[in-house]
């Protein structure tokens, strides 16, 4: 993704493991550089591609896993509506320390079965 105008890239939105029968697929973001974040750039960009899934890909269910000391990124997946599912502790070794990873899925909104 580029900010226009801009003449580098500041980063990448992955949709990734589509499956066409469950219509479900997993969603990753990274913005690259710390000075480029913290701007909307993710949230405008996520925006477009959860637009995108649902509208091109007819998707009804999109995964993310976010590293769970990420307080910015949870804050942001919340308020585009994912909601946590489940964290799986100590699921990376990063930097000599384990890393709990949190487990999040956002529903279609025209598509969410009743519960029960």
Same mark, same amino acid.
């Given at each position: 993704?580029?900010?226009q105008d +801009?003449?580098?890239i500041v980063g990448f $939105?992955? $949709?990734?493991k589509i499956h066409a029968i469950h219509r479900s697929a997993l969603i990753g973001i990274r913005i690259g550089e710390v000075e480029d974040r913290g701007k909307g750039l993710a949230a405008d960009a996520m925006a477009v591609a959860i637009e995108y899934c649902w509208r091109d890909l007819n998707l009804s269910r999109l995964e993310l896993n %976010? /590293? +769970?000391h990420n307080e910015p990124?949870?804050?942001l997946y919340h308020r585009l509506g994912f909601v946590e599912e489940g964290t799986s502790r100590n699921a990376l /070794?990063?930097?000599g320390n384990w890393i709990d990873v949190?487990?999040?899925a956002l529903m279609r909104p025209d598509r %969410? +079965?009743?519960e029960g």
């Amino acid at each position: 993704m580029r900010v226009q105008d +801009a003449p580098h890239i500041v980063g990448f $939105i992955q $949709i990734h493991k589509i499956h066409a029968i469950h219509r479900s697929a997993l969603i990753g973001i990274r913005i690259g550089e710390v000075e480029d974040r913290g701007k909307g750039l993710a949230a405008d960009a996520m925006a477009v591609a959860i637009e995108y899934c649902w509208r091109d890909l007819n998707l009804s269910r999109l995964e993310l896993n %976010v /590293f +769970a000391h990420n307080e910015p990124a949870r804050r942001l997946y919340h308020r585009l509506g994912f909601v946590e599912e489940g964290t799986s502790r100590n699921a990376l /070794f990063m930097g000599g320390n384990w890393i709990d990873v949190v487990n999040m899925a956002l529903m279609r909104p025209d598509r %969410v +079965a009743p519960e029960g």
